[in-house]
């Protein structure tokens, strides 16, 4: 491959440097190879899937007779149901506690799939295969089990939620732990600690933060999925959704629909405000 020289007058001899570059025609070949790769694996994609993605655009009159039939939404469903505040307090509360049960199960699962905590390699690869089958799984799969044994409600989707917690955030714990500084762990093992004092005082306070982080994260991913959950039997926001769209009552779908996306923006404030204050103090104390 040809290289230009970038010889400057003002640099030295040992500054001299050399930068490889592509012939303009050869890299346009090569772009134009990716771009109609691309193209060709869509369409191939399409043809295989048997979908025709102008449909959209040949059946638009159904969107807009759907539109039609939505507007204006019935608003005063925030004032005057009394069952709306019931069902969005069952998803916060679902999303909650799946998430408090879930997540402390994968912080303590975490250090048994952590190559620097695990007790061996069996320990840590056993429980790691364990997290990746958990993340395998849908949460609408473990819904369908749940509902065939306990019924459908919010602790339905709280099981599910917490479930499916524990496999997507204890992968990540695990990786903030295998991640920290090993000079801190170092230090306490030529001291004599213990397993867990190395733990307390030289893992825990380095991975904190990315815990916490991880816990908030997972917070806001099972909002969202219990108020999918709730569709499929799982009660909250979903349920009244599901149930709206039944009786054909298109007004309140949206009303619905704008309280969900109104819950979900409010509640990744306050977790926002939440995770920084906490951090402050942390760090003060610190």
């Known amino acids: 491959m040809p290289r230009a020289r970038l010889w400057p007058e003002e640099m030295s001899d040992v500054a ?19 771009l109609s790769g691309i193209l060709a694996a869509t369409i191939a994609l399409f043809a295989a899937l048997d979908v025709d993605p102008f449909v959209f655009f040949t059946e638009f009159y159904h ?14 469903l925030l004032f005057q149901s009394k ?3 019931d069902s969005i307090g069952e998803t916060i509360s679902a999303a909650f506690l799946g998430t408090v049960f879930g997540g402390a199960l994968a912080v303590g ?15 840590r690869s056993g429980m790691r295969t364990l997290l990746s089958v958990e993340r395998a799984i849908p949460e609408f799969a473990t819904l369908l089990i749940i509902i065939s044994v ?8 709280t099981v599910a939620l917490t ?4 496999g ?10 295998e991640n920290v500084d090993t000079r801190q762990v170092e230090g ?15 893992i825990l306070p380095q991975v904190g933060p990315s815990f916490l982080s991880a816990l908030f994260y997972m917070f806001d991913v099972n909002l969202r999925r219990a108020i999918v959950l709730g569709y499929f039997g799982g009660g909250g926001l979903g349920f009244e959704l599901e149930r709206s769209k039944g009786m054909l009552q298109y007004k309140d779908m949206l009303a619905y629909t704008l309280c969900i996306v109104a819950l979900v923006m409010v509640m990744e404030r306050v977790s926002d405000f939440l995770r920084k204050q906490i951090l402050n103090v942390d760090t003060q104390l610190k």
């Open 168 to 177: 997507f955030c204890g992968r990540l714990c695990a990786d903030a732990i």
């Open 150 to 157: 306990v019924g459908v409600g919010p602790f339905t989707s």
């Open 109 to 123: 699962f975490s250090f048994f799939a952590a190559q620097n905590t695990a007790p061996s390699k069996w320990v």
């Open 188 to 202: 306490l093992d030529v001291l004599g600690s213990s397993r867990w004092q190395t733990i307390r005082y030289a």
């Open 163 to 166: 479930i499916a917690s524990i």
């Open 63 to 76: 969107v807009k007779r759907l539109v039609v039939d939505m507007m204006p939404p019935r608003l005063e």
């Open 16 to 34: 001299k440097v050399e930068v490889p570059y592509k012939l303009p025609s050869r890299s346009f070949l090569e772009r134009f190879l990716i």
């Open 83 to 85: 069952g709306l505040y």
